[in-house]
């Protein structure tokens, strides 16, 4: 497994503190970690030009926007279609898109999408079904979400040793 080079352990548990709670204070973050804020502050921008932290965002409740349900969509494209497909579904569907990712196995894309009734995703369907190299779909409605997250810091790094949340 490849060693994560130039990062360290207070690092990472400044990275746990941000996925956490992403509007932490670094004064808060270097109270608990027993630094300065101004230590903090220059370790976050390590990571961000690192790219290891990547953005901040804010969480939305798309149920309280009209858009409660989600959608898991598999497609399946032609031989090396996938990628094509895949950009083809970002620039038709927008920001009834929350993920794309191209994968192996029976099929070669995989969605989730958002929608407010069905008459909607019966739009996204169609859109999607217009894309070119596009073979078959299989749509399933999201139940229930047991857990979700937009992003985790991995117990296990390879080449630092971290403490475990638990």
């Known amino acids: 497994m490849p060693r994560v080079k130039g990062i360290t352990a207070k690092e990472i548990e400044i990275l746990r503190k941000l996925v956490e709670n992403g509007r932490v204070t670094y004064t808060q973050i270097a109270r608990e970690l027993g ?35 989600k959608y898991i969509i598999l497609l399946e494209t032609e031989p090396g279609k996938h990628s094509e497909v895949s950009r083809k579904v970002v620039e038709l569907l927008g920001n009834s898109v929350l993920e794309v990712h191209e994968i192996t ?4 894309v995989v969605l989730k999408v958002i ?19 596009l ?7 999201v139940l229930d979400t047991v857990k979700e997250r937009p992003s985790v810091v ?3 790094i390879p080449g630092i040793t971290t403490k475990k949340k638990s």
């Open 35 to 69: 630094m300065s804020p101004a230590g903090v502050m220059k370790k976050v921008r390590k990571l961000e030009e690192l790219g290891i932290i990547k953005g901040y965002t804010a969480l939305v409740e798309h149920a309280k926007l009209g858009k409660g349900n």
């Open 115 to 133: 929608a407010g009734n069905q008459s909607e995703l019966n739009n996204i369907l169609r859109k999607i079904q217009s894309i070119p190299g």
């Open 154 to 156: 991995p117990d296990e």
């Open 105 to 108: 196995g029976q099929y070669d």
């Open 135 to 141: 073979r078959d779909t299989n749509t399933s409605l």
